[in-house]
């Protein structure tokens, strides 16, 4: 995965990469005039633009959903009114549509929360957000028709911090900012339901963090953690030094330092590219 597809992917709203796709490109999820737009980049070539939904939160992130049932698409996010909404798209008539679940879960959020959405390590799906008190919470998928709250959890995070859950060593892992920290993350117990508050040392940042992703090294096993922060994006690997890997636009546009212009490679999966593969996941209305 190149450095610009990087900072792409951390400017905008979401991101994923879609199964099928021959690997071309990435799929990016901006906020433009309160609709939530789709864009599929190719390189440095857009290829297209869709919108998926209206009366959208501008500061919302959002996430997507792949495999949850064959040739499901949906797109998770928070609404001028600070509800949770899902969307689907619809094959037959090629148009996204408002799914039952955002009134099924009834999550109402705080003002500057964003979110998270995933499939667990048993094949759930998982929103994490904050609160309307700030705290960490989530909803996630338990049987036929059925919904699990859980939270709020142990931590403090900084308000409207990035999430990222992830699934590592199966099991489900939720990423934020912990104030005064850096970042901090939490590891569920599948069994017990409890959640284990852990810190990745050395990603502080005096600065406000607009977005992160973590990836766990295959060999060393550490995290490699991507930060954007004031216009900048910097590399951890591990409790290694902070590397800068260069200047990022509002738009994605990634100005590179010498090491990334000097070939530097990302250990990223890339885009979120969520798919629910050997398991059997039924989404209830």
């Known amino acids: 995965m190149s450095v610009q597809d990087l900072a792409r992917s951390l400017v905008a709203a979401g991101s994923v990469r879609l199964p099928g796709d021959g690997g071309e490109g990435i799929y990016l999820l901006h906020v433009r005039d309160g609709n ?157 339901g409890d959640w284990q508050a852990n810190l990745l040392k050395n990603t502080k940042f005096d600065t406000t963090v607009a977005n992160f992703t973590v990836a766990r090294g295959s060999v060393t096993g550490s995290f490699q953690t991507y930060f954007l922060t004031d216009g900048s994006l910097w590399s951890i690997d591990g409790e290694n030094e902070k590397t800068n890997l260069g200047k990022v636009d509002g738009n994605g546009k990634l100005i590179p330092s010498d090491k990334a212009q000097a070939g530097w490679r990302v250990r990223w999966w890339g885009a979120r590219k969520v798919v629910a593969t050997g398991r059997k996941v039924t989404i209830w209305y």
């Open 36 to 192: 939530l737009i789709e864009k599929h980049w190719v390189g440095e070539t857009l290829q297209n633009e869709n919108i998926i939904a209206s009366d959208v939160r501008e500061d919302t992130s959002a996430s997507y959903l792949l495999g949850v049932q064959q040739d499901l698409r949906l797109v998770v996010f928070i609404d001028q009114d600070n509800v949770v909404q899902c969307y689907g798209y619809n094959e037959d008539i090629e148009e996204w549509e408002e799914t039952p679940l955002g009134s099924k879960w009834n999550i109402t959020t705080s003002s500057d929360s964003k979110l998270s959405a995933n499939i667990g390590p048993e094949g759930e799906v998982v929103v994490s957000y904050q609160d309307e008190d700030g705290r960490l919470a989530g909803i996630m998928s338990a049987g036929e028709k059925s919904w699990s709250s859980f939270g709020p959890l142990e931590g403090n995070p900084i308000s409207g911090t990035p999430q990222r859950l992830e699934v590592i060593d199966e099991k489900l892992h939720l990423f934020y900012v912990e104030k005064d920290a850096g970042i901090g993350y939490l590891v569920r117990d599948s069994k017990t």
